[in-house]
């Protein structure tokens, strides 16, 4: 079963647009969220990161909002650029023994078309 | 500052064959947990290793098997390779009181024909 859902596999915005990705999950006991990007032949790339007993993070155009409620979380990228297109993975950490294991989704391809 | 790295890049090999991946950390990092990404997929956890112990492990079999050296870089076997083992690896290393915060290398790209 999958406890981290990324429902949409793909995504195409405007240059200077907003993007909003979106990601689900299902383990309650998740205590951080992060979202990754990814290019081709790359290794993902660490973007944000959100606590679980926070509803909000910003860093520069990326902002990570959680609904604990609704086991929900977003990325919005603002303004989007052409540089932003990449597969982006929302991941979830859960501690077991001590250290922190990450799940992955399935990952949503953004493009952003100038 | 070198973030993690891998090696080597990519890798054949035959049904049967027993493979070894590489990988440092990122500096000033001390835990390597190690992924396997296939195609159109998330990257899936295989273990993680702090203190050249396996710290805790993913739902992989006995096939794999990993190491962490004093210096805390790490490697991952994996033997009497299947078809189904080919897929992108990856590292991530973290440090112990920040161990959700993971960096990743580029990853080894692995085929098995």
């Known amino acids: 079963d999958q406890q981290v859902k990324q429902n949409s596999p793909s995504l195409s915005v405007q240059e200077g647009r907003i993007s909003i990705l979106n990601c689900d999950y299902t383990n309650s006991m998740f205590d951080y969220f992060l979202w990754y990007k990814k290019y081709p032949a790359e290794g993902p790339t660490f973007l944000i990161s959100i606590s679980s007993i926070k509803d909000k993070n910003e860093d520069g155009r990326f902002t990570v909002f959680l609904n604990k409620s609704a086991k929900h979380l977003s990325l919005h990228i603002v303004p989007s650029q052409p540089g932003d297109s990449a597969v982006y993975f929302c991941a979830a950490s859960e501690k077991q023994g001590g250290s922190e294991k990450l799940v992955f989704g399935k990952g949503t391809k953004l493009t952003v078309n100038p | 500052d070198a973030g993690v790295t891998q090696s080597p890049t990519h890798l054949i090999k035959t049904r049967g064959q027993q493979v070894t991946l590489r990988c440092s950390p990122k500096?000033?990092?001390?835990?390597v947990s190690w992924y396997q990404q296939a195609l159109g997929q998330g990257p899936q956890f295989i273990f993680q290793y702090y203190e050249e112990e396996e710290r805790q492990r993913g739902n992989f079999p006995d096939r794999f098997s990993g190491h962490q050296f004093p210096n805390y870089s790490s490697e991952l076997n994996v033997n009497a390779l299947l078809l189904g083992d080919s897929a992108l690896y990856l590292c991530?290393?973290?440090?112990?009181?920040?161990?959700?915060?993971?960096?990743f290398g580029p990853g080894t790209r692995l085929t098995v024909t």
């Open positions: 991530a290393s973290s440090s112990d009181d920040l161990s959700y915060e993971q960096y």
């Open positions: 500096s000033g990092h001390d835990t």
